[in-house]
């Protein structure tokens, strides 16, 4: 299984961005999807999820901002960033879960200015 990420870039504050992850397979193979986050020296975090019945969740710090979406017939997730800050920059990760375990996509960075 192959995950690819992109979208990521350099945006002022205030902007938006909108990623994408591409899935080899189906999207249904998998429990649930989401996006985690990581900076330098910091520990991976969740961000966005979303599991196979379409219910979704979004860590504090970026509900209200954030809307993790999926195209289940081009096997794509997306994580459309609103409102963006400058502590929202970060290398994103898309991630998927399966009885199999855990599969991670190369990160895409993010680089929000003020």
């Known amino acids: 299984v192959q995950l690819q990420a992109s979208g990521g870039g350099l945006v002022q504050a205030g902007g938006s961005l909108r990623l994408s992850c591409v899935v080899s397979?189906?999207?249904?193979?998998?429990?649930?999807m989401g996006w985690y986050r990581q900076t330098h020296g910091n520990q991976r975090e969740l961000v966005a999820k979303?599991?196979?019945?379409?219910?979704?969740y979004y860590s504090d710090s970026v509900k209200g901002r954030f809307t993790i979406s999926r195209d289940t017939t081009e096997n794509t997730m997306y994580l459309q960033m609103s409102s963006l800050k400058p502590e929202d920059t970060a290398v994103y990760y898309c991630?998927?879960?399966?009885?199999?375990?855990?599969?991670w996509g190369q990160g895409t960075l993010v680089t929000v200015s003020s």
């Open positions: 979303l599991d196979v019945y379409g219910a979704t």
């Open positions: 991630n998927a879960e399966s009885r199999y375990g855990p599969r």
């Open positions: 397979e189906s999207i249904f193979a998998f429990d649930a």
